[in-house]
Protein backbone atom coordinates (compact mmCIF):
# COMPACT_ATOMS: atom_id res chain seq x y z
CA UNK A 1 0.00 0.00 0.00
CA UNK A 2 1.73 3.25 -0.29
CA UNK A 3 1.89 5.97 1.72
CA UNK A 4 -1.50 7.13 2.94
CA UNK A 5 -0.81 10.87 3.82
CA UNK A 6 2.40 12.90 4.81
CA UNK A 7 2.19 11.67 8.39
CA UNK A 8 2.65 8.01 7.43
CA UNK A 9 5.67 9.09 5.41
CA UNK A 10 6.81 10.96 8.26
CA UNK A 11 6.84 7.89 10.03
CA UNK A 12 8.76 6.14 7.78
CA UNK A 13 11.09 8.60 7.29
CA UNK A 14 12.15 8.37 11.73
CA UNK A 15 11.84 4.81 11.90
CA UNK A 16 14.80 4.80 9.23
CA UNK A 17 16.70 7.36 11.17
CA UNK A 18 15.67 9.93 7.98
CA UNK A 19 13.52 12.43 10.20
CA UNK A 20 15.36 14.62 12.84
CA UNK A 21 13.84 16.62 15.63
CA UNK A 22 14.78 20.24 16.04
CA UNK A 23 13.17 21.20 19.07
CA UNK A 24 14.39 24.36 20.24
CA UNK A 25 13.11 27.82 19.32
CA UNK A 26 13.68 28.47 15.97
CA UNK A 27 13.30 31.66 13.81
CA UNK A 28 11.01 31.63 10.71
CA UNK A 29 12.89 34.19 9.08
CA UNK A 30 15.89 32.94 7.58
CA UNK A 31 17.04 30.03 10.35
CA UNK A 32 14.82 27.84 9.08
CA UNK A 33 16.51 28.28 5.28
CA UNK A 34 20.14 27.97 7.15
CA UNK A 35 19.08 24.98 8.69
CA UNK A 36 17.87 23.30 5.43
CA UNK A 37 20.74 24.96 3.73
CA UNK A 38 23.38 22.93 5.90
CA UNK A 39 21.05 19.69 6.16
CA UNK A 40 21.26 19.64 2.24
CA UNK A 41 24.73 20.24 2.03
CA UNK A 42 25.33 17.04 3.87
CA UNK A 43 22.83 15.16 2.06
CA UNK A 44 21.13 15.17 5.54
CA UNK A 45 17.64 14.34 7.13
CA UNK A 46 14.41 16.09 6.75
CA UNK A 47 14.10 18.45 9.41
CA UNK A 48 11.08 18.38 12.05
CA UNK A 49 10.88 22.00 13.71
CA UNK A 50 8.52 22.00 16.78
CA UNK A 51 9.27 25.33 18.01
CA UNK A 52 8.23 27.37 15.63
CA UNK A 53 6.66 30.46 17.52
CA UNK A 54 3.21 29.03 16.41
CA UNK A 55 0.74 26.47 16.99
CA UNK A 56 2.47 24.65 14.81
CA UNK A 57 5.66 22.38 13.80
CA UNK A 58 7.03 22.61 10.60
CA UNK A 59 8.85 19.52 8.57
CA UNK A 60 11.01 20.80 5.69
CA UNK A 61 13.47 19.44 3.65
CA UNK A 62 11.36 15.55 3.40
CA UNK A 63 12.33 15.82 -0.15
CA UNK A 64 15.67 17.24 0.33
CA UNK A 65 18.22 15.14 -1.56
CA UNK A 66 17.63 12.10 -3.71
CA UNK A 67 17.93 9.22 -1.02
CA UNK A 68 14.57 10.65 0.28
CA UNK A 69 12.73 11.12 -2.97
CA UNK A 70 13.84 7.10 -3.68
CA UNK A 71 12.39 6.56 -0.37
CA UNK A 72 9.47 8.07 -1.17
CA UNK A 73 8.90 6.40 -4.28
CA UNK A 74 9.83 3.02 -2.60
CA UNK A 75 12.27 2.69 -5.29
CA UNK A 76 15.85 1.99 -6.00
CA UNK A 77 18.44 3.64 -8.79
CA UNK A 78 17.53 0.75 -11.16
CA UNK A 79 14.01 0.60 -10.77
CA UNK A 80 13.35 4.23 -11.02
CA UNK A 81 12.27 5.26 -14.18
CA UNK A 82 10.10 1.94 -15.09
CA UNK A 83 8.43 2.73 -11.62
CA UNK A 84 7.16 5.81 -12.48
CA UNK A 85 6.68 5.53 -16.27
CA UNK A 86 4.34 2.50 -14.80
CA UNK A 87 2.37 4.79 -12.75
CA UNK A 88 1.88 7.32 -15.53
CA UNK A 89 0.58 4.62 -17.90
CA UNK A 90 -1.53 2.82 -15.45
CA UNK A 91 -3.53 5.98 -14.43
CA UNK A 92 -6.05 5.59 -11.29
CA UNK A 93 -9.05 7.68 -10.60
CA UNK A 94 -9.81 9.25 -7.39
CA UNK A 95 -12.69 8.42 -5.24
CA UNK A 96 -14.53 10.58 -3.09
CA UNK A 97 -13.91 10.16 1.18
CA UNK A 98 -16.82 9.34 2.88
CA UNK A 99 -17.99 11.40 6.13
CA UNK A 100 -15.74 14.48 7.36
CA UNK A 101 -11.95 14.37 5.84
CA UNK A 102 -9.14 14.87 8.03
CA UNK A 103 -8.36 18.13 6.09
CA UNK A 104 -11.12 19.67 8.10
CA UNK A 105 -10.89 18.58 11.45
CA UNK A 106 -10.77 22.63 11.65
CA UNK A 107 -12.74 24.64 9.60
CA UNK A 108 -11.67 28.13 9.85
CA UNK A 109 -14.22 31.05 7.73
CA UNK A 110 -14.88 34.47 7.47
CA UNK A 111 -13.15 36.65 10.78
CA UNK A 112 -11.46 33.23 11.91
CA UNK A 113 -9.23 33.26 8.58
CA UNK A 114 -5.67 34.06 9.07
CA UNK A 115 -2.64 32.96 7.17
CA UNK A 116 -0.12 34.53 9.07
CA UNK A 117 -1.10 32.29 12.09
CA UNK A 118 0.78 29.31 9.67
CA UNK A 119 4.79 28.87 10.43
CA UNK A 120 5.48 30.37 7.34
CA UNK A 121 9.38 30.74 6.65
CA UNK A 122 10.97 33.54 5.05
CA UNK A 123 13.80 32.24 2.94
CA UNK A 124 16.50 34.30 1.44
CA UNK A 125 17.14 38.11 2.59
CA UNK A 126 16.16 39.79 -0.38
CA UNK A 127 12.70 37.58 -0.66
CA UNK A 128 9.41 39.79 -0.39
CA UNK A 129 8.22 38.48 2.43
CA UNK A 130 6.90 34.48 3.84
CA UNK A 131 6.51 32.16 1.25
CA UNK A 132 3.77 28.82 0.96
CA UNK A 133 6.99 27.36 -1.13
CA UNK A 134 5.51 23.82 -0.66
CA UNK A 135 2.35 23.74 -1.44
CA UNK A 136 0.33 21.94 -4.14
CA UNK A 137 -2.73 24.33 -6.16
CA UNK A 138 -5.87 22.78 -7.41
CA UNK A 139 -7.67 24.51 -9.66
CA UNK A 140 -9.28 23.98 -12.76
CA UNK A 141 -10.02 24.79 -16.61
CA UNK A 142 -12.87 27.03 -16.28
CA UNK A 143 -14.48 25.59 -19.28
CA UNK A 144 -13.93 22.12 -19.28
CA UNK A 145 -13.54 21.20 -15.51
CA UNK A 146 -10.80 19.53 -15.91
CA UNK A 147 -8.85 19.86 -13.04
CA UNK A 148 -4.83 20.58 -12.76
CA UNK A 149 -2.49 19.69 -9.70
CA UNK A 150 1.31 21.63 -9.65
CA UNK A 151 3.55 23.43 -7.26
CA UNK A 152 3.32 26.85 -7.12
CA UNK A 153 4.57 29.35 -4.73
CA UNK A 154 2.40 32.11 -2.40
CA UNK A 155 3.85 35.12 -0.87
CA UNK A 156 2.06 36.20 2.37
CA UNK A 157 0.69 39.59 1.59
CA UNK A 158 -1.83 39.66 5.17
CA UNK A 159 -4.50 37.34 7.16
CA UNK A 160 -6.43 36.96 3.81
CA UNK A 161 -4.27 37.98 1.02
CA UNK A 162 -1.32 35.90 -0.63
CA UNK A 163 0.69 36.91 -3.79
CA UNK A 164 0.39 34.51 -6.82
CA UNK A 165 2.56 33.81 -9.34
CA UNK A 166 2.39 31.31 -12.08
CA UNK A 167 4.42 30.94 -15.27
CA UNK A 168 1.84 31.60 -18.32
CA UNK A 169 2.90 28.20 -19.67
CA UNK A 170 1.65 26.01 -16.75
CA UNK A 171 -1.72 25.13 -16.18
CA UNK A 172 -2.98 26.87 -12.87
CA UNK A 173 -1.67 29.94 -14.89
CA UNK A 174 -3.32 29.24 -18.19
CA UNK A 175 -6.46 28.64 -15.74
CA UNK A 176 -6.32 31.87 -14.33
CA UNK A 177 -5.82 33.50 -17.87
CA UNK A 178 -8.72 31.29 -19.24
CA UNK A 179 -11.37 32.63 -16.24
CA UNK A 180 -9.92 35.92 -16.61
CA UNK A 181 -11.23 35.86 -21.07
CA UNK A 182 -14.42 34.38 -20.12
CA UNK A 183 -15.07 36.85 -17.01
CA UNK A 184 -15.29 34.29 -14.37
CA UNK A 185 -13.77 34.12 -10.96
CA UNK A 186 -11.61 31.29 -10.67
CA UNK A 187 -11.87 29.17 -7.37
CA UNK A 188 -8.84 27.36 -6.07
CA UNK A 189 -7.05 26.07 -3.10
CA UNK A 190 -3.30 25.50 -1.63
CA UNK A 191 -3.09 22.42 -0.22
CA UNK A 192 0.00 21.82 2.19
CA UNK A 193 1.09 17.68 3.29
CA UNK A 194 -0.05 15.99 1.03
CA UNK A 195 1.17 11.99 0.63
CA UNK A 196 4.42 11.63 -1.24
CA UNK A 197 3.25 10.39 -4.65
CA UNK A 198 0.75 13.15 -4.86
CA UNK A 199 3.13 15.76 -4.06
CA UNK A 200 5.58 14.23 -7.03
CA UNK A 201 2.84 13.66 -9.52
CA UNK A 202 2.37 17.41 -9.94
CA UNK A 203 5.75 17.58 -11.59
CA UNK A 204 5.04 14.68 -14.26
CA UNK A 205 4.28 16.86 -17.43
CA UNK A 206 1.05 16.29 -19.14
CA UNK A 207 -1.11 17.72 -21.80
CA UNK A 208 -3.62 20.17 -20.67
CA UNK A 209 -6.71 17.71 -20.85
CA UNK A 210 -5.39 15.42 -17.89
CA UNK A 211 -7.06 14.84 -14.97
CA UNK A 212 -4.04 15.31 -12.73
CA UNK A 213 -5.88 13.09 -9.67
CA UNK A 214 -5.33 10.11 -12.52
CA UNK A 215 -1.97 10.69 -12.39
CA UNK A 216 -1.36 10.84 -8.51
CA UNK A 217 -3.65 7.58 -8.67
CA UNK A 218 -1.25 6.03 -11.02
CA UNK A 219 1.87 6.70 -8.95
CA UNK A 220 0.44 5.66 -6.27
CA UNK A 221 -1.10 2.43 -7.34
CA UNK A 222 -4.19 3.78 -5.35
CA UNK A 223 -7.21 6.00 -5.85
CA UNK A 224 -6.29 9.55 -4.24
CA UNK A 225 -9.26 10.28 -1.84
CA UNK A 226 -10.82 13.45 -2.21
CA UNK A 227 -13.39 16.10 -0.21
CA UNK A 228 -15.22 18.76 -1.11
CA UNK A 229 -13.60 21.92 -0.30
CA UNK A 230 -15.83 23.95 2.46
CA UNK A 231 -15.86 27.23 0.56
CA UNK A 232 -16.53 26.52 -3.12
CA UNK A 233 -16.66 22.99 -5.54
CA UNK A 234 -13.38 21.91 -5.87
CA UNK A 235 -12.15 18.33 -4.70
CA UNK A 236 -9.29 18.57 -2.28
CA UNK A 237 -7.03 15.57 -0.87
CA UNK A 238 -8.95 14.58 2.18
CA UNK A 239 -5.80 13.49 4.50
CA UNK A 240 -4.15 16.76 3.54
CA UNK A 241 -2.24 19.06 7.14
CA UNK A 242 -4.19 22.24 5.52
CA UNK A 243 -6.19 23.22 2.64
CA UNK A 244 -6.31 27.09 1.97
CA UNK A 245 -8.96 27.86 -0.07
CA UNK A 246 -9.00 31.02 -2.34
CA UNK A 247 -9.93 32.88 -5.43
CA UNK A 248 -7.95 34.93 -7.91
CA UNK A 249 -8.58 38.45 -8.07
CA UNK A 250 -7.06 39.58 -11.29
CA UNK A 251 -8.47 42.98 -11.12
CA UNK A 252 -6.37 44.64 -8.15
CA UNK A 253 -2.87 43.24 -8.55
CA UNK A 254 -0.71 43.79 -6.20
CA UNK A 255 3.98 43.50 -5.81
CA UNK A 256 4.86 39.82 -5.63
CA UNK A 257 8.56 38.76 -5.08
CA UNK A 258 11.50 39.10 -4.88
CA UNK A 259 11.99 35.17 -4.23
CA UNK A 260 15.27 33.04 -4.36
CA UNK A 261 14.31 31.01 -6.62
CA UNK A 262 15.12 27.55 -8.38
CA UNK A 263 17.84 29.22 -10.95
CA UNK A 264 19.99 30.25 -7.69
CA UNK A 265 19.15 34.25 -8.48
CA UNK A 266 15.98 36.40 -7.33
CA UNK A 267 13.01 37.34 -9.65
CA UNK A 268 12.26 40.85 -9.04
CA UNK A 269 9.02 41.71 -7.50
CA UNK A 270 6.26 42.58 -9.83
CA UNK A 271 2.62 43.22 -9.96
CA UNK A 272 0.69 40.09 -9.77
CA UNK A 273 -2.60 38.80 -9.01
CA UNK A 274 -3.88 38.29 -5.39
CA UNK A 275 -5.25 35.23 -3.57
CA UNK A 276 -8.05 36.28 -1.83
CA UNK A 277 -8.33 33.28 1.04
CA UNK A 278 -11.67 32.08 1.37
CA UNK A 279 -11.47 29.17 4.35
CA UNK A 280 -8.37 27.75 6.05
CA UNK A 281 -9.12 24.12 7.08
CA UNK A 282 -6.46 21.70 8.61
CA UNK A 283 -6.52 18.55 10.98
CA UNK A 284 -5.58 18.36 14.48
CA UNK A 285 -2.47 18.86 15.46
CA UNK A 286 -1.32 20.10 11.61
CA UNK A 287 2.08 19.83 10.21
CA UNK A 288 3.22 23.05 7.86
CA UNK A 289 5.90 21.96 5.75
CA UNK A 290 8.05 24.05 4.14
CA UNK A 291 10.87 23.66 1.28
CA UNK A 292 14.32 25.55 0.75
CA UNK A 293 14.23 26.62 -3.23
CA UNK A 294 17.47 28.61 -4.88
CA UNK A 295 20.22 27.88 -6.62
CA UNK A 296 21.03 24.46 -7.34
CA UNK A 297 20.35 21.67 -6.23
CA UNK A 298 17.54 22.44 -3.86
CA UNK A 299 14.22 20.27 -2.76
CA UNK A 300 12.79 22.30 -5.78
CA UNK A 301 15.35 20.32 -8.18
CA UNK A 302 14.52 16.35 -6.01
CA UNK A 303 11.30 16.75 -6.75
CA UNK A 304 11.12 17.82 -10.49
CA UNK A 305 13.65 15.54 -12.02
CA UNK A 306 12.38 12.06 -11.03
CA UNK A 307 8.91 13.22 -12.83
CA UNK A 308 10.06 15.24 -15.27
CA UNK A 309 12.87 12.33 -16.79
CA UNK A 310 10.43 10.43 -16.69
CA UNK A 311 7.68 12.53 -18.74
CA UNK A 312 10.65 13.90 -21.43
CA UNK A 313 11.95 10.78 -21.79
CA UNK A 314 8.20 9.14 -22.28
CA UNK A 315 7.64 11.56 -24.49
CA UNK A 316 10.33 11.54 -26.86
CA UNK A 317 10.60 7.55 -26.98
CA UNK A 318 7.19 7.73 -28.86
CA UNK A 319 9.06 9.07 -31.52
CA UNK A 320 12.57 8.05 -31.24
CA UNK A 321 12.29 4.41 -29.58
CA UNK A 322 16.07 4.06 -29.80
CA UNK A 323 16.26 6.63 -26.87
CA UNK A 324 17.60 4.42 -24.16
CA UNK A 325 17.44 7.37 -21.35
CA UNK A 326 17.88 11.04 -20.60
CA UNK A 327 18.86 13.06 -17.87
CA UNK A 328 18.30 16.57 -17.09
CA UNK A 329 20.40 18.07 -14.87
CA UNK A 330 20.14 19.23 -11.89
CA UNK A 331 22.65 22.10 -12.26
CA UNK A 332 20.51 23.74 -15.20
CA UNK A 333 17.74 23.92 -12.73
CA UNK A 334 16.40 20.50 -13.97
CA UNK A 335 15.28 22.92 -17.09
CA UNK A 336 17.71 24.07 -18.93
CA UNK A 337 20.44 21.30 -19.69
CA UNK A 338 19.31 17.79 -21.13
CA UNK A 339 21.29 14.89 -22.13
CA UNK A 340 19.69 12.09 -24.00
CA UNK A 341 21.05 8.84 -25.09
CA UNK A 342 20.57 7.13 -28.62
CA UNK A 343 21.70 5.04 -30.82
CA UNK A 344 20.55 6.66 -34.18
CA UNK A 345 18.66 4.59 -36.81
CA UNK A 346 19.49 7.30 -39.45
CA UNK A 347 21.92 9.87 -40.68
CA UNK A 348 19.98 13.00 -39.33
CA UNK A 349 18.03 11.53 -36.37
CA UNK A 350 20.26 12.91 -33.33
CA UNK A 351 19.13 16.18 -34.59
CA UNK A 352 15.87 15.77 -34.57
CA UNK A 353 15.52 14.13 -30.92
CA UNK A 354 17.01 17.42 -30.32
CA UNK A 355 14.61 19.34 -32.16
CA UNK A 356 12.32 17.48 -30.12
CA UNK A 357 13.19 17.91 -26.91
CA UNK A 358 13.83 22.04 -27.42
CA UNK A 359 10.11 22.10 -28.35
CA UNK A 360 9.19 20.48 -25.15
CA UNK A 361 7.45 21.99 -22.24
CA UNK A 362 11.07 22.39 -20.50
CA UNK A 363 12.68 24.97 -22.98
CA UNK A 364 15.71 23.63 -22.56
CA UNK A 365 19.00 25.88 -23.41
CA UNK A 366 21.27 23.33 -24.12
CA UNK A 367 20.03 19.38 -25.64
CA UNK A 368 23.50 16.95 -26.05
CA UNK A 369 22.77 13.94 -27.59
CA UNK A 370 25.48 10.95 -27.07
CA UNK A 371 25.41 7.13 -27.80
CA UNK A 372 23.99 4.52 -25.06
CA UNK A 373 27.87 3.71 -24.26
CA UNK A 374 27.97 7.33 -22.56
CA UNK A 375 26.91 7.53 -19.07
CA UNK A 376 24.60 10.28 -19.05
CA UNK A 377 24.53 10.95 -15.51
CA UNK A 378 28.49 11.65 -15.63
CA UNK A 379 28.98 14.75 -16.55
CA UNK A 380 33.12 13.78 -17.27
CA UNK A 381 32.10 10.91 -19.52
CA UNK A 382 29.49 13.55 -21.76
CA UNK A 383 31.86 16.19 -21.86
CA UNK A 384 34.03 13.48 -23.29
CA UNK A 385 31.62 12.68 -26.05
CA UNK A 386 31.78 16.27 -27.18
CA UNK A 387 35.52 16.50 -26.72
CA UNK A 388 35.96 13.86 -29.24
CA UNK A 389 32.66 12.59 -30.93
CA UNK A 390 32.12 16.70 -31.89
CA UNK A 391 32.75 18.51 -35.31
CA UNK A 392 31.50 21.57 -33.87
CA UNK A 393 31.03 23.22 -37.05
CA UNK A 394 28.89 19.84 -38.19
CA UNK A 395 27.32 18.99 -34.59
CA UNK A 396 26.69 21.84 -32.67
CA UNK A 397 23.89 24.74 -34.16
CA UNK A 398 21.78 27.53 -32.14
CA UNK A 399 18.03 27.83 -32.80
CA UNK A 400 17.26 31.18 -32.32
CA UNK A 401 14.35 32.63 -30.54
CA UNK A 402 13.22 29.88 -28.84
CA UNK A 403 10.56 30.48 -25.62
CA UNK A 404 13.22 31.25 -22.72
CA UNK A 405 12.37 29.42 -18.92
CA UNK A 406 10.04 31.32 -17.39
CA UNK A 407 12.02 32.74 -14.59
CA UNK A 408 15.15 32.48 -16.73
CA UNK A 409 17.74 35.83 -15.55
CA UNK A 410 18.81 36.10 -18.88
CA UNK A 411 16.74 36.54 -21.69
CA UNK A 412 15.39 38.65 -24.73
CA UNK A 413 12.37 39.50 -23.30
CA UNK A 414 10.64 35.91 -22.94
CA UNK A 415 12.89 34.13 -25.50
CA UNK A 416 16.47 33.02 -26.05
CA UNK A 417 18.13 30.59 -28.45
CA UNK A 418 19.02 26.70 -27.75
CA UNK A 419 21.85 24.91 -28.81
CA UNK A 420 22.01 21.31 -30.17
CA UNK A 421 24.92 19.35 -29.84
CA UNK A 422 24.96 16.22 -31.57
CA UNK A 423 27.64 14.33 -29.90
CA UNK A 424 26.97 10.69 -31.68
CA UNK A 425 29.37 9.26 -33.68
CA UNK A 426 29.06 10.20 -37.25
CA UNK A 427 26.30 7.86 -39.19
CA UNK A 428 27.52 4.82 -41.19
CA UNK A 429 31.29 6.12 -40.87
CA UNK A 430 34.27 4.08 -39.22
CA UNK A 431 34.82 5.61 -36.37
CA UNK A 432 38.34 4.73 -34.49
CA UNK A 433 37.87 1.85 -32.15
CA UNK A 434 37.35 3.06 -27.94
CA UNK A 435 40.25 1.86 -26.23
CA UNK A 436 39.77 -0.08 -22.64
CA UNK A 437 41.36 -2.30 -21.11
CA UNK A 438 39.64 -5.39 -20.87
CA UNK A 439 38.68 -7.08 -17.80
CA UNK A 440 39.75 -4.45 -15.38
CA UNK A 441 36.97 -5.01 -13.26
CA UNK A 442 37.61 -8.21 -12.26
CA UNK A 443 41.59 -7.24 -11.39
CA UNK A 444 42.20 -8.55 -7.62
CA UNK A 445 43.65 -5.62 -6.50
CA UNK A 446 44.06 -6.02 -2.43
CA UNK A 447 43.57 -2.64 -0.99
CA UNK A 448 40.77 -1.03 -3.09
CA UNK A 449 38.86 -4.07 -3.42
CA UNK A 450 36.42 -3.13 -0.92
CA UNK A 451 35.49 0.11 -2.74
C1 LIG B 1 8.69 23.58 -5.23
C2 LIG B 1 8.20 24.08 -6.54
C3 LIG B 1 7.64 25.35 -6.64
C4 LIG B 1 7.19 25.83 -7.86
N1 LIG B 1 6.64 27.07 -7.93
C5 LIG B 1 6.13 27.52 -9.10
C6 LIG B 1 5.50 28.82 -9.17
O1 LIG B 1 5.41 29.55 -8.20
N2 LIG B 1 5.01 29.20 -10.36
C7 LIG B 1 5.10 28.42 -11.48
O2 LIG B 1 4.62 28.82 -12.55
N3 LIG B 1 5.70 27.19 -11.44
C8 LIG B 1 6.19 26.74 -10.28
N4 LIG B 1 6.79 25.51 -10.22
C9 LIG B 1 6.86 24.68 -11.43
C10 LIG B 1 5.55 23.96 -11.66
O3 LIG B 1 5.05 23.40 -10.48
C11 LIG B 1 5.78 22.80 -12.63
O4 LIG B 1 6.29 23.21 -13.83
C12 LIG B 1 4.56 21.95 -12.84
O5 LIG B 1 4.89 20.93 -13.73
C13 LIG B 1 3.39 22.74 -13.37
O6 LIG B 1 2.34 21.81 -13.54
P1 LIG B 1 0.96 22.21 -14.18
O7 LIG B 1 1.23 23.03 -15.41
O8 LIG B 1 0.30 20.90 -14.47
O9 LIG B 1 0.20 22.97 -13.12
C14 LIG B 1 7.28 25.01 -9.02
C15 LIG B 1 7.85 23.74 -8.91
C16 LIG B 1 8.31 23.28 -7.69
C17 LIG B 1 8.89 21.90 -7.59
Given at each position: ??Y??L?AFL?AL ?58 A ?123 P ?255
Amino acid sequence: MPYQDLRAFLTALRNAGELVDIARPIALKYDIAKALAKASSVQGPALMFTETGTDFPLVAGVYGNRRLALLAFEATEQTIHDKVLKGINNQIGPVDFKGTPPCQEVVLTGDAVDVTKLPVPTYSPKDGGAYITAGIVVSENPETGIPDIGNYRFQILGPKEMGVFSASNHRFGKNIAHATEMGKELHAAVVIGVDPMTMFSCQVQSSDATNDWFVAGGLRGAPVELAKAVSNDLKVPAHAEIVIEFTVDTKTQKMEGPLGEYTGYYTAASPKPVARITAITHRKGAIFQGLLTGKPITENHVLKQIPFEASVLRQLQAQFPTISDLSINSSGGVQTYVVIAMKPRYEGEARHAILAAMASNLHPKWVVVVEPDIDIRNSAEVEWAQSFRVKPREDVFVVDRTATAPLDPYTDGGYSSSVGVDATRPFGVEFPEVSEVPGWRDFDLPEINKG
